[in-house]
């Protein structure tokens, strides 16, 4: 008798954006005429930049020529081209040196912040943030290392560290001893970012305790302050402690291209049942050759193109139109008496909903009367009630549009 892996039983049901869906579907069909303007959903609007597109033609005419067409790619773990790229701009720039073979190309950061925590055992102990990108958490549930999900959805097992107004949305390392973690800077949902010495906190706890840091940066390139810092290996020591997770996708528009990274340090050790110390590197290269077989080379030229003075010019210039509507965002709300968080390093604005008011509630109110979708904060965690996320990646006219509205509410 064929039987199920029951961990995939105790997910909860009715994930937060199908459920957003359904809403926005039923108004829908109730209200066929509604202009609807979608602030909630992470997708981008903007399209590729023209140095992505031009590069990405000429690999598509290199593929389509005998001399020049490429099947597998032999490493399985990402073109030189593009692995050097990312050492020299993303962190040779920043002053931080990472190996050629530091460097894990794949198919995004949603992929590889879920299938990292494979290659650890099943008895460690997790730590998210609540709110959390849920991912962390339903990865996870599915491998085996929680128990069911209580009432409000957390389940047993997972430490869960609130990151809440009083502690500016990031939070203290724990006062126990965990051994997986994961932090999110810039901050989905959030739009919270962590200082130099918030990091060095989190590098020092994981030092001490043996445990392992999965820092997501896929929104780094939103960030503007140049005191914050882009990558977690700025802090010293991060390499023997962290595993750092980039990505494309919010960066450049990839997210229907699909191409990100993960850097994991050869420095970085785990432990066997007797403390023995193993290197996680190789480990990890043998999971990605044997699960997953590359990027493809014109995703993974076009990904490269990027880091070429044009593509860095161009995809900056999208990046800043995004904050721009960020800063509407937050600016209009304010002026509507609203407390908002984010949007200044990150393109997710956190609003705090005036007392009483749930997230969902808000979320049905904004639906029926603004005909505005957002996010409900409660659907990133309990931590979340009380707030919606709103991003900036929509048309500039249609997040005026959506601000004029919410001023008639
Ligand atoms: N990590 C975070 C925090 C995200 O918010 C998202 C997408 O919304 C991802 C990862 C997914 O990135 P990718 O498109 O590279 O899979």
Same mark, same amino acid.
């Given at each position: ?9 105790? &997910? ?8 957003? =869906? ?9 209200? @066929? ?17 023209? *140095? ?94 929680? =128990? ?20 500016? !949305? ?35 706890? *994981? ?18 302050? @140049?005191?914050? @810092? ?46 023995? *110390? ?77 007392? =009483?008011?749930?997230?969902?509630? !808000? !979320? ?25 996320? &709103? ?17 008639? &509410?």
């Amino acid at each position: 008798m064929i039987r199920i892996n029951e961990n995939f039983l105790k &997910l909860r049901a009715g994930y937060l954006f199908p459920e957003i =869906g359904r809403r926005v579907r039923a108004f829908k069909q109730e209200h @066929p005429q509604a202009k609807v303007i979608s602030m909630g959903i992470g997708d981008v609007t903007q399209p590729l930049a023209p *140095a992505v597109i031009e590069a990405m033609h000429k690999a598509v005419d290199e593929m389509g020529r005998r001399e020049t067409f490429r099947g597998y790619e032999d490493s399985g773990v990402g073109y030189e081209f593009l692995r050097k790229a990312i050492v020299e701009n993303d962190f040779g720039l920043r002053g931080v040196s990472i190996d050629l073979d530091e460097v894990f190309v794949s198919d995004g950061a949603k992929p590889d912040t879920g299938n990292m925590q494979e290659i650890f055992g099943v008895d460690n102990v997790v730590a998210v943030a609540d709110p959390v990108y849920p991912v962390y958490v339903d990865t996870n549930v599915m491998a085996g290392r929680t =128990g069911p999900a209580g009432e409000e959805g957390q389940y047993a097992g997972i430490v869960y560290m609130p990151a809440t107004a009083e502690n500016g !949305f990031v939070p203290e390392p724990p006062d126990k001893a965990v051994d997986m973690v994961y932090l999110c800077f810039p901050n989905n949902p959030t739009g919270s970012v962590a200082t130099k010495a918030q990091l060095a906190k989190w590098v020092e706890y *994981a030092r001490k305790n043996k445990a392992v840091i999965f820092f997501d940066a896929a929104y780094e390139a939103y960030i503007s302050d @140049p005191a914050i @810092p882009h990558s977690i290996y700025e802090i010293e020591g991060a390499k023997e402690v962290a595993i750092e997770f980039r990505s494309c996708s919010k960066t450049a528009g990839f997210t229907g291209v699909r191409c990100a990274y993960s850097i994991v340090p050869k420095q970085l050790k785990a432990y066997t049942k007797d403390g023995k *110390a193993v290197d996680v590197n190789p480990i990890w290269k043998r999971r990605h050759c044997t699960k997953f077989n590359g990027v493809s080379y014109i995703t993974q030229v076009g990904a490269a193109a990027i880091y070429s003075p044009q593509g860095k010019k161009q995809i900056q210039q999208t990046i800043d139109g995004y904050m721009a509507n960020a800063a509407m965002i937050r600016e209009g709300l304010t002026k509507l008496g609203y407390t908002v968080y984010g949007g200044v390093n990150a393109p997710y604005i956190w609003v705090r909903m005036p007392k =009483g008011v749930g997230s969902w509630q !808000f !979320f049905d109110r904004l639906l029926n009367e603004a005909h505005v979708v957002c996010t409900p904060g409660a659907g990133f965690g309990p931590a979340g009630e009380g707030y919606v996320r &709103l991003t900036a990646f929509g048309l500039p006219e249609s997040v005026k549009e959506a601000l004029g509205r919410l001023a008639r &509410l």
